[in-house]
């Protein structure tokens, strides 16, 4: 026997059918589309094809989405895995049955399947469906109202319509022709059922039942034979009356809900009746496949000098009919050939090549034989100039076995790529097939993704109506929101970002409806809920309403202004803000690269300013604004599971150390850039891990359990620089997690990715982009879904009961958690809902990530009224570290907080729940706690230090308490509790809390201790506390630090204060009085600290120390050598550095040699010199890096610009800057010379057009030289 496999995951989600359809809320319109689920499959059909004729057709004609689903191949006995779940059909309006499963004939498994309909749920049957599922009895055969025993012969034949009054049959006319078809046999028919459409049977003449209704219990059933064949059911009356019968089985007057189709609708459906061939293995893939037939050379033996393995790219794929595969060179490819055999000696007439762009002119030859050693030129097209992507040709070609194309270079340096090669006997080539033409309007194909095995990929949108795709956000119920950004990351012209709304009607997983929702600059976060769309376009965030839900917006509100400064409009937007999210907790997490932000104003009138990158965080009413933690550099997203865990992935910044970073994200942590984490390492937070080099861009966590596992519980982050995406399953590890990365996705350029509450998975591509527009053919949108995952539709929330509500919270997907709390937060607090959340948050029966949710909207929903219930649940301990968090979530009320329920909390035995209740005790800011703070200062010590270097890059669990526990001190101003530990058990972290206290008590107290203690240690650490607090960090008012910052720390902005004079007399008067030993140390402290004073300067060494160095020469090349790049055209020089394998031990050398060395650092940690060359080569192609050197100035990398200083003297000075600090910029001249510029003498600076590397620099060198420079460079790695 068949069982229902039904786990809890899919238990969680479940929903009612919705019964008595017309009483849904604006069913079949804009704002709520019928949900029509098609089930095909089994023997005997074209499901493939009629699945997407039936739902193009219909969608065409009525608002309609569909799921479709096509299972059980071709067998008939098949128990398709849709219908072992027995909530199969929750969530859809109608479900469409075109399956052919006779033998499948449990009882059981069939009451399941009707079960739904006779309570309510409409159906419609096509053709086979009435000779499914029999059981032996009138189970099936009662459902579909009509009985029939088989069919008789394949024929055309008459339909009469007897019923021309119902709403199906009107415009039917009164008869209709199937072209094609096999008329089934009626023997009985119901009482429920009533006939509609009849045919003659051709062996009497006798009327046969083709079109009928039934009532089957609740339910509305439409039903008909008619559709054996795909030219019947693309008729376009057929597909009137299909549709006009679904409308009806809903409840839906077709006068109002029905469209009629155009002539040019109607074409394009009847083009898949013979769309291309479905390849074995795959029943829901269409390809666009071609060149079969007379095409002598179609799957015959190919080979190729090189193929792009990697990217599976195999010669074979050349000759497979497949346009979606592709053969590709290893590299360039210029001058390698590729090569078919024939199955025998024929006179080849014609050619054609489907190249892979469409936009590039591409040069070759094609040579015939008949022996594969004596070659002929048939084709010779080496001098091309014309762009074009199918390339045609008439030869004469007798006695030929072997064809060869050589690629000899296309415009745009594109690589030898083809789809597909064609060679024919005949003159005259074959017609292509109407979906491929030569005005492809974009190169992105379903190739360019590659996936895990067992997923599903999808073209979903591609330009031009897609493209230039910064930020992505799925509504929970399927519409894709596209942030569409072109001027990328440097651009600055106004009006040219959007959001795009986008809709997969038909199921297919692409889209079909594209439509502009909202217009704003620079996009560049997105989340969607209920007919709100939030846009993060800095320097503001706004809501966009769709008050009509017509799908655009007609209402706009700001909710912050000012949430970045005047760089976006000088520089660009690569390092402003970006991606928002929503938690459980019901904020909106922004992510604040390091242009920060000088004015943020929210919606209740509150202002911060903030120098650098981190996370902000908001009420969805733009009220309530607060930091939540900082020192990060250019975040691009906020990843939030469903217990409020928080990760990022950071950018690099080019040789200063700080790499790609994942990081584990705590509330109130500092994660130390750009001024702790080199020299103040331990003071910082630390990453989980340091990936090197790369760009980090969008990210989600996944949790879907419908998800295959490790899938679909797992954090994923998008690498821009190195065209993947990593999935993360991150192992606990006390208060925080090990770290986990594989490559889940590889996608040229991804930018973000989310997911919606059907599991669909949308992934944003930048391909062919660059740093600003760069033509419409930029970028596409990719979908992915587990194979044989059935996309059921996520539920109307607002139709939901409240019990129903209840139960989403425990949803095995985190969309059904966020958008079920939304809608009970609509509907408003009540005791019934306080009496049900609370009972929901302790129940232990349910699922951890439920209970949170419970917790939040609860806390949500009453406010600090909550507040004792949750502190009943603190005796729960699975939910203590969520209750705590939960208490002190909003800054409403925390100052009437009592503080023992959180330092009792310090005691659990759980190291998560500490920290909560640190970052609690720090929220509430009482002094008074301090004194059960302090213990929490020292280090884990059940985790040894790391080992590696350099420290900032290791994993570090061991110092994440202590961190919180200083960040609690300094927020609770805890001067005293810090003071009265100075001597005791916890003085290195009293010391350490006591540097952030600028306050007069701190220093006096620190001022007393040295008049008092005689501990040389003690008095050590109380002069450099002094010494630290004698800066702090100035207001940030504006002023960005550029992409290489001073990271000599611990200040960037060091401004003395009202207590610094203080500290300067003290410590002139108490350094002299130490020892020699004790004075060289307090002159390290000073050195390190960058601090200045009068008196004291002897003690200060110079840690910047330079060696004299000498200006860039460029070597002489000798002009009679035709040999080097010098006397070379530049495109032979790359063609030949390009196809040279070069040798990086050769090209080591040449790397000093050629004068690189003097502006490139080659290793973490070095002093910046210029651009950083660590893994330049998993960022750049090969041919890239060529032609940044043979011409400098054709592309300038992003953070790789050459600046002109005008100095107030009239000076002009130009180079590259290598760091910057608030007074000062250090700079490496284009002759290679250092030098400093005090930013008080700077009159005029501008970015320049030009490199600063100077053309020529190679010169001396033959290109296979050069070759082994490049290989030199692409080995320089992060450790």
Known sequence: MHRFILTFALAALTIHPALGQSKVKNLGTKQRPIR??????????????????????????????????????????????????????????????????????????????????????????????????????????????????????????????????????????????????????????????????????????????????????????????????????????????????????????????????????????????????????????????????????????????????????????????????????QGQGIGQTWQVELEKVSHVRSLRIHWEKKDAAYKYKIHASADGKKWVEIVDQSGNNKKAKVTPHRVDSPDTKFLQVTFLGASGNYWGSFWEFEAYATPDLPELPKTVTNNSTSNATIADVQAPAGFNVTLFGNPPEVNYPVCIASAPTGEVFIGVDPQGSLGKEDGQGKVLRCIDVDGDGKADRINEFARMDHPRGLFYDNGSLWVLHPPTLSVFHD????????????????????????????????????????????????????????????VLAKRGGGILRVRPNGKEMEIYNWGQRNIMDVCIDPLMNVYTRDNTNDGGGWDIRLSHIHQSGNYGYPSLYVNFTEEGLPPLADYGGGSGCGAMYLHDLR??????????????????????????????????????????????????????????????????????????????????????????????????????????SHIYQIHAQREILRRGRSEQWLTTLTAAAANQESPLYGRVAAIYTLKQLAGNAANPILLRLLKNEAIREHALRAITDREDGLQDLDIRPFTNALADANPRVQAQALICLGRIGNPAAGESIIAHTLRDVNYPKPVGEPLYKQADPGRVLSHLAIRALERCNATEACLNEVEGPYAEGAFWALKYMHNL????????????????????????????????????????????????????DRQTWEQSEKIATVLRTIIPELSSESQAKAG????????????????????????????????????????????????????????????????????SRQNCVACHTTANGQIPKGPHLVDIGKRYKKQELIESILNPNAKIAQGFNTYAFITVEGKVITGFITSESATEVNLRQTNGL?????????????????SMMPKGLVDNLTPELLADLIAYLQTLKSN
């Open 707 to 812: 998800w295959p596992a490790p899938f679909g519980d797992a954090l994923y982050t998008c690498d821009w620089g190195r065209s993947e995406v990593y999935r993360h399953n991150l192992p606990s590890n006390g208060v925080t997690f090990d770290a986990h990365q594989e490559v889940f996705l590889k996608i040229p350029r991804p930018t973000d990715m989310d997911v919606d509450g059907s599991g669909r998975m949308v992934v944003a591509s930048w391909k062919n982009g660059k740093f600003s527009y760069s033509g419409e053919d930029v970028g596409f949108v990719a979908m992915l879904t587990p194979n044989g995952h059935v996309p059921k539709p996520f539920p109307i929330m607002s139709e939901q009961t409240d019990s129903q509500l209840l139960s989403h919270l425990n949803a095995s």
């Open 1001 to 1052: 008590r701190a220093v006096d107290g620190l001022i007393k201790l040295l008049s008092t203690t005689q501990n040389a240690a003690t008095r050590e650490e109380a002069i450099t506390t002094l010494i630290r607090l004698y800066h702090h960090e100035g207001e940030y008012s504006g002023g960005w630090w550029g992409t290489r910052p001073d990271l000599t720390g611990p200040y960037f």
């Open 547 to 606: 008050t009509d839900g017509d799908g655009t917006a007609d209402q706009h509100e700001e909710l912050i202004t000012g949430i970045s400064t005047d760089e976006v409009e000088r520089r660009g937007a690569d390092h402003t803000t970006n991606g928002i999210r929503m938690g459980i907790d019901g904020w909106l997490y922004i992510a604040v690269g390091d242009f920060g932000f000088t004015n943020a104003t929210g919606a209740d009138g509150r």
């Open 36 to 329: 029509a689920l098609l089930v095909c499959g089994g023997c005997c059909h074209d499901y493939t094809r009629q699945k997407q004729i039936i739902s193009k057709g219909v969608s065409a004609r009525a608002n309609v989405v569909w799921t479709l689903v096509q299972q059980g191949g071709t067998a008939t006995d098949s128990y398709i895995p849709l219908y072992r779940d027995k909530n199969w059909s929750a969530g859809y309006d109608i479900v469409v049955h075109n399956e052919c499963f006779s033998h499948a004939s449990e009882k059981e498994w069939v009451e399941n399947i009707v079960r739904p309909h006779r309570e309510g749920l409409p159906a419609m049957l096509i053709h086979c469906a009435m000779h499914s599922y029999r059981t032996g009895d009138d189970t099936w055969f009662e459902f579909v109202g009509m009985q029939s025993p088989g069919h008789g012969p394949h024929y055309s034949y008459t339909v009469d319509n007897v019923k021309s009054d119902h709403p199906a049959m009107q415009g039917f006319g009164k008869t209709f022709i199937a072209p094609k078809g096999e008329l089934y046999h009626s023997i009985k028919l119901f009482d429920t059922a009533t006939v509609l459409g009849q045919a003659k049977r051709m062996s009497d003449g006798e009327p046969q039942t083709c079109i009928w209704t039934n009532k089957y219990g609740k339910g509305n059933v439409f039903a008909t034979t008619i559709g054996h064949y795909n030219e019947t059911m693309a008729e376009p009356k057929w597909l009137d009356m299909f549709t006009k019968g679904l409308l009806w089985s809903v409840g839906l007057d077709t006068a109002q809900h029905f469209t009629p189709s155009t002539p040019e609708i109607d074409a394009q459906i009847k083009t898949l009746v013979s769309a291309p061939a479905v390849p074995k293995g795959d029943p829901n893939k269409l390809p666009v496949e071609c060149c079969g037939g007379a095409n002598l050379a179609f799957k015959r033996p190919a080979k190729a000098q090189s193929e792009e393995a990697n990217k599976q790219n195999f010669a074979k794929n050349a000759v497979d009919g497949d346009l979606s595969t592709r053969w590709c060179s």
């Open 1084 to 1151: 390290r402290q000073l050195a390190r600290h960058k601090v200045e004073i009068d008196g004291l300067q002897q003690l200060v060494t110079d840690a910047n120390t330079r060696a004299e160095m000498a200006p860039i020469k460029i070597a002489r090349a000798d002009p009679n050598n035709p040999d080097l790049i010098a006397n070379l055209k530049t495109d032979i020089s790359a063609y030949r550095a390009n196809d040279f394998k070069g040798n990086p031990k050769k090209g080591a050398p040449l790397f």
């Open 1234 to 1250: 250092p030098i400093i510029l005090k930013k008080d003498e700077i009159e005029v600076r501008r970015k320049s057009e030009g």
